[in-house]
């Protein structure tokens, strides 16, 4: 059953529209972040800024424009931070960013 067709018909799973700047008021499990938190937009100073939701995962990535691929981190939320449990390809260009970063508080 593809995701829409499963968050229509159930209330396991909803997707939602964001600032990630700004702290959800409902706890995620899965956040995904593509094409957006990249250097080429945003200052260091301002991605450490992020207001990521506490638990779960993190997916961030990129796809190139001259050869289409993503290149993608896929982060778990630990006490210690965040913790890379995938890379595709190259990864996130942010993901020395995000584990130099301190745990998120709630």
């Known amino acids: 059953m593809p995701a829409f067709a499963l ?3 159930s209330n396991t799973l909803s997707f939602r529209s964001q600032s990630i700047f700004d702290r959800a008021e409902k706890p995620c499990q899965v956040i995904r972040t593509m094409n ?12 450490k800024q992020a207001s990521l939701v506490p638990g779960g995962i993190w997916i961030v990535g990129r796809t190139t ?16 931070g965040w913790h890379l449990i ?3 390809h190259d990864g996130s260009e942010i993901e020395g960013l995000a584990l130099s970063m301190p745990p998120v508080r709630a």
């Open 36 to 47: 957006i938190l990249n250097r080429s937009y945003f200052s260091e100073e301002l991605l």
């Open 65 to 80: 424009e001259d050869n289409f691929i993503n290149h993608t981190s896929i982060f778990e939320l630990r006490p210690q």
């Open 7 to 9: 968050a229509q018909s």
């Open 86 to 88: 995938e890379r595709l």
